[in-house]
């Protein structure tokens, strides 16, 4: 060991190997073994390998090692379920500014594709929907309370004189004893201290959310190009291009649909409001608000709001609940047959099945979240399944494996 690059390194480390700044004084009775050890370890200190070159690799088939690696998998598999059912609803939160973020997408690019700087296009995005927002709120927000108000003092009047016009509404409530239901649904926690601070808590929640989620929101739209690219660089560099194109084709489709969805859902609730305000249909604004927030639902959300509004217009009478049910079909075939097409075009294909599926399994694992990222998360997973898995099974070889065998 002549060679300059193999001298011992002088850098913080003493004679026989021992560390300046570790352990001192050196104890002079030391035993013989670490010692020797430290004088080995002065030994193979060098400029180019200071710390030592790694030594011999254990053996990971022993038994010893295939136990601790199955007993460390299920430890860490259990600590990751545990940690994702407890921060729940942090992920969702995270997920949703996402998608949103996503949504918002097309609109940011196609600003900074006319020389707009990207803090710049989501800051002009931000401003305009939180100034829609807080227009619609100064200019709704007393009718939406007054009248959000009076539909829950109201509705046990309401049924009563459901009951006494209709005779099926009549059977159909004592057969299933909607009078006691809603009285008690109405009259739940409605003292004067759980009222309050139940509502309070509910504001709040709802506050801090909206302000997480803004702000998440606006930060992965503003670093998106950046996070595109991170999530890029964990593919192999051979696999690398089909990822990107197979990935911006889930990114369009996610974002047409979120930005095409909230559109065509403002779009529903406008002449859902022009209807009800036509025929005198009490509570128009409410529940106008209420088509805006079910028509995100595909399919089913449309449905159940339809099926509210003509409750609600039975009141008035039965011909405009009638028209109501009649409005809605209506109104359905022009979402799913003019609207859609037009605002989002073909972006996202999903099966009728497939989308009622997963808006119910959706629902289930994250409540109306989950039932909102359903059609997208589904359309991005049969994209997989159509560009990364039949692909694969459609290319069956013979036992030699040289081979293709025809399909049949």
């Known amino acids: 060991m002549n060679d300059s690059t193999e001298n011992p390194v002088d850098d913080g480390t003493a004679d026989a190997g021992h560390s300046h700044w570790v352990g001192q004084p050196h104890a002079t009775d030391e035993p013989a073994v670490i010692t020797a050890a430290e ?23 022993s038994p010893f090692m295939i136990g601790m690696a199955g007993a460390a998998g299920v430890i860490v598999t259990v600590g990751f379920a545990r940690l994702l059912v407890d921060a729940r609803d942090a992920l969702v939160l995270v997920v949703a500014a996402m998608f949103l973020a996503i949504g918002i997408e097309p609109v940011v690019s196609w600003m900074t594709r006319h020389r707009v700087r990207r803090g710049v296009a989501v800051t002009i995005v931000f401003v305009c929907v939180l100034a829609g927002l807080a227009g619609f709120l100064a200019a709704a927000i007393t009718p939406l309370i007054d009248q959000g108000r009076a539909l829950i003092d109201h509705a046990p009047d309401q049924l009563r004189h459901l009951e006494q016009t209709y005779p099926i509404v009549r059977s159909t409530s004592e057969r299933l004893h909607l009078d006691e239901k809603l009285q008690q649904g109405i009259t739940t ?19 801090t959310s909206a302000v997480i989620l803004s702000v998440l929101t606006a930060y992965f739209s503003a670093n998106f190009p950046a996070l595109r690219a991170s ?15 197979i990935g911006d084709a889930i990114f369009a489709k996610v974002g047409g649909y979120v930005l095409g969805n909230l559109l065509i859902s403002l779009i529903t609730a406008v002449l859902t409001f022009i209807w009800l305000l036509t025929f005198d249909v009490p509570f128009a604004l409410v529940l106008s608000v209420l088509v805006a927030v079910l028509d995100l639902i595909p399919l089913i959300g449309s449905t159940l709001a339809g099926v509210i509004i003509a409750v609600v217009a039975l009141t008035v009478s039965l011909p405009v609940s009638l028209a109501t049910v009649g ?52 359309a991005a997973a049969l994209l997989l399944i159509k560009e990364l898995l039949f692909p694969r099974l459609d290319r069956m070889t013979d036992e030699s494996g040289d081979t293709p065998i025809a399909s049949t």
């Open 327 to 378: 409005f809605f079909v209506f109104l359905r075939l022009v979402e799913d047959y003019l609207l859609a097409p037009k605002i989002m075009g073909r972006t996202v294909q999903v099966p009728a099945v497939v989308t009622v599926v997963a808006v119910l399994l959706g629902g289930a694992l994250l409540g109306i979240v989950g039932a909102l990222l359903a059609i997208p998360v589904a």
């Open 231 to 245: 999530v890029y660089r964990f593919f192999p560099h051979a696999r690398r291009p089909r990822a990107i194109l």
């Open 39 to 61: 004088a080995d370890a002065a030994a193979i200190s060098t400029t180019k390998h200071p710390l030592g070159t790694p030594g011999k690799r254990f053996d990971r088939w």
């Open 189 to 207: 926690d409605t003292s004067w201290t759980g009222g309050l601070l139940g509502a309070g808590k509910v504001v709040f929640g709802a506050i």
